[in-house]
């Protein structure tokens, strides 16, 4: 097993990532203090997972709650839902909220334990490669709203994370190729040595090798977990992990939520940052190719769908809730490995990025 | 103007009091750092200070919103309401939301503040005397659900709270009551001076006498910020302050939110610890009667509805959100001045002081 310690004070947290860790019950009960644990999964997650964990918690009492599948279902309804039969099973302060699933069952649990009562423990087992390197860690809860993503919530820390990389096996390959997404802007962000590795390792990731993919979850989770320790809340150097986020959401808001997975979205946003990168002179064009090439290696799209014009981005881009009011910011990346937080981008450039997208679909 | 700090490390705020400060546009202009204010208020507050208010900020865009009076709009429907209109105005994370009115605009602003995009500014001016000397100050933000009083919320600290003394002049005397039992309760958990000039003060603090009522608010406002620099998630010494509370939300309970104000539930429900605090021999019966008389000078009630049974309110008490996994927890009088958690209360002294309700009437 696995160990990435997350930095935060008082907040501080491990993360635990190795094969087989949702048969560990030490390990699973270690932060677990009161009487009660509520477990919420999915649909598609409980009838493969949810019988194991809660054999663990044996000692306990154990109420647990199955939403649909689906980024549909990050809603104020389902938060409600959930806080409903917490309140009729007379879950109190001192419960523990368990997130069995994927992005989706983590950030609504987050966010219900953020604020049941004030805050109660919380403890993440994601099972999807985009959650276990990306949305477990950090503490970044929210639900949608329909005029917006993640348009409310709350920066709230797990007591603890598990990821059992065991889980990876019965996930679809287009999720798997959707986490790849994050793995790799980790790279193009934070270590150009990642990068190369990535790139080298592409296919043993894609067949689930096992060293190969607990050493890059690993260093994912690091490299997130060393941007979070310095900066919580987001105001300053954490919006580097938004690289290829802005040109994302874009895509994942005008095709509507769902008909792209959110890391096929920043798959096609990091190539567009790296185009957007190049055209202002920061990256060579071999480099936004290479950047183009592994994530086409990922499985993943390269190119938005041509049916989005140029002004459904940009005014799709100006609702971005990562707008502040010096207006629209890019993250851009000055070398594979080092990105940088851009306030005055050229809207000529950001044109031509967008009137060029066809191109991005080619080898 | 007096000025008590709330010493909260990053989150440490000025709590200003005093006349007229709705008139002072420099001083409510010193925590607002984006482009836009968003005021949440209620109709009986709106035609009062609305206008005024919002000429201060004349150099910012700001956009309004009113809620209708009364406990019940304390829900996740006014929440959704308020984060709609939010979205719809495009107010972004730089934005400062600030609550103008009681304890129910307090609580619910807040808890927008607290998750709006995952948290913005947030400013607390408070207009009754209960909001001024407890719910803006230490950060508590909540709403109810079907199913339980505040179940939802957060902890969030305002970045300032102006107490305008002035507000209290349009403030009915049930509400102004109302307060006044917040105000006793800090004499009777935390300095025995205070209570005493409490009791000899009364007939100032009901006439709104200036220099009585704005000193007494600062003292409350100081033995509550002292407390909460101590304790801000309440895991320990916070839950001092809900002296009273156990049997006040009880009433509350059920009679039904809104039939008994928050402050005449607490009213009664000092005077009820009081007995029980006596009758366990930790305070004498003189200071039990001290208790009451104070409670009751203060134009508050001193007995529970005697429509309410023993068992009512024992199994009401069991669904108190302060149950923790230990069972039900009481804040007892150890003298006037010092209270202490107890956990270990014996339930034939609870229900002797629960059948001796009626006494509590009498002089």
């Keep these: 097993m696995e160990i990435v310690?997350?930095?935060?004070?008082?907040?501080?947290?491990?993360?635990h990532i190795g094969a087989g860790l949702l048969s560990d019950e030490r390990l699973l009960n270690q932060e677990v203090t009161g009487a009660s644990v509520f477990i919420v999964t999915s649909e598609s997650i409980a009838p493969l997972y949810l019988a194991k964990l809660q054999?663990?918690?044996?000692?306990?009492?154990?109420?647990?709650f199955v939403l649909p599948d689906g980024e549909s279902q990050k809603n104020l309804s389902s938060y409600e839902s959930i806080v409903g039969e917490l309140l009729t099973?007379?879950?109190?302060?001192?419960?523990?909220?368990?997130?069995?699933?994927?992005?989706?069952?983590?950030?609504?649990?987050?966010?219900?334990?953020?604020?049941?009562?004030?805050?109660?423990?919380?403890?993440?087992?994601?099972?999807?490669?985009?959650?276990?390197?990306?949305?477990?860690?950090?503490?970044?809860?929210?639900?949608?709203h329909p005029l917006g993503k993640n348009m409310v919530g709350a920066f709230y820390q797990p007591k603890a994370v598990y990821i059992d990389t065991d889980t990876l096996q019965t996930l679809p390959d287009r999720e798997l190729s959707s986490g790849l997404?994050?793995?790799?802007?980790?790279?193009?962000?934070?270590?150009?040595?990642?990068?190369?590795?990535?790139?080298?390792?592409?296919?043993?990731?894609?067949?689930?090798?096992?060293?190969?993919?607990?050493?890059?979850?690993?260093?994912?989770c690091e490299i997130k977990a060393s941007i979070v320790a310095q900066?919580?809340?987001?105001?300053?150097?954490?919006a580097l992990l938004n690289l290829g986020h802005t040109f994302g959401h874009a895509i994942e808001h005008l095709m509507?939520?769902?008909?792209?997975?959110?890391?096929?979205?920043?798959?096609?946003?990091?190539?567009?940052?790296?185009?957007?990168?190049?055209?202002?002179?920061?990256?060579?064009?071999?480099?936004?190719?290479?950047?183009?090439?592994?994530?086409?290696?990922?499985?993943?799209?390269?190119c938005p769908p041509l049916t989005l014009s140029v002004d459904d981005f940009i005014?799709?881009?100006?609702?971005?809730?990562?707008?502040?009011?010096?207006?629209?910011?890019?993250?851009?990346?000055?070398?594979?490995g080092v990105a940088d937080l851009v306030t005055d981008v050229d809207e000529a450039k950001l044109r031509e990025t967008l009137l060029a997208r066809e191109s991005l679909a080619e080898n």
């Excluded at 990642?194 to 260093?219: K, V």
């Excluded at 900066?231 to 954490?238: H, I, S």
């Excluded at 008909?259 to 002179?281: F, I, Q, Y």
């Excluded at 005014?315 to 851009?332: A, H, N, P, W, Y």
């Design 5 to 15: 310690n997350l930095n935060l004070g008082e907040h501080s947290y491990a993360i």
């Design 89 to 144: 099973k007379r879950h109190n302060r001192a419960t523990t909220l368990i997130a069995l699933g994927g992005g989706v069952i983590g950030d609504v649990t987050g966010y219900v334990a953020a604020t049941y009562q004030r805050g109660v423990n919380f403890i993440q087992i994601p099972t999807t490669l985009l959650s276990q390197v990306d949305s477990s860690v950090g503490g970044k809860t929210a639900v949608n």
């Design 315 to 336: 005014e799709s881009m100006q609702v971005d809730k990562k707008t502040t009011d010096d207006g629209l910011r890019f993250i851009l990346i000055n070398d594979i």
């Design 55 to 64: 054999a663990a918690f044996r000692e306990h009492r154990v109420d647990t």
């Design 231 to 238: 900066d919580e809340k987001e105001t300053g150097v954490r």
């Design 181 to 220: 997404a994050e793995v790799i802007k980790h790279g193009v962000l934070a270590d150009g040595e990642y990068f190369s590795s990535i790139e080298q390792e592409m296919t043993a990731l894609r067949s689930l090798q096992p060293e190969s993919m607990a050493r890059t979850i690993r260093r994912s």
């Design 256 to 302: 509507g939520y769902g008909a792209w997975l959110h890391g096929e979205a920043v798959g096609t946003g990091l190539v567009m940052a790296a185009d957007l990168s190049s055209r202002l002179g920061r990256i060579t064009q071999s480099d936004a190719k290479r950047i183009k090439n592994v994530v086409a290696s990922a499985g993943l799209p390269t």
